[in-house]
């Protein structure tokens, strides 16, 4: 059964930092392209960051050089480093899976960004 358990969200002022991190099981960690996911209220989820099992990374235009994606396989976990958050980052983040093409997400954590 494969889960992915997010954490670190939270409220930070404009500017401020924070950094989620999701824990995986039940997937061979170091073959799966993993991502981080947000969803506004009323707005349709969209992409922030992925991370191929290469390390080869992905970004959202609107997080560019303000967040930074990485995974320590060691222990199975996938890192989302925020930096100068801005309210407009408001938004529940959701970690992903892509597992042999099957998606899977974790339940998400709040992170609220404060002008």
């Known amino acids: 059964q494969v889960q992915l358990v997010e954490s670190g969200g939270g409220l930070v002022q404009t500017g401020g930092s924070l950094r989620l991190s999701c824990a995986a099981s039940?997937?061979?960690?170091?073959?799966?392209?993993m991502g981080w996911y947000r969803q506004a209220p009323g707005k349709q989820r969209e992409l922030v960051a992925t991370?191929?099992?290469?390390?080869?990374?992905n970004y959202a235009d609107s997080v560019k050089g303000r967040f930074t994606i990485s995974r320590g396989n060691a222990r199975n976990t996938v890192y989302l480093q925020m930096n100068s958050l801005k309210p407009e980052d408001t938004a529940a983040y959701y970690c992903?899976?892509?597992?042999?093409?099957?998606?899977?997400w974790g339940q998400g954590t709040q992170v609220t960004v404060s002008s």
């Open positions: 992903n899976a892509d597992y042999f093409g099957d998606h899977y």
């Open positions: 039940g997937i061979r960690f170091t073959i799966t392209t």
């Open positions: 991370i191929t099992s290469a390390g080869t990374t």
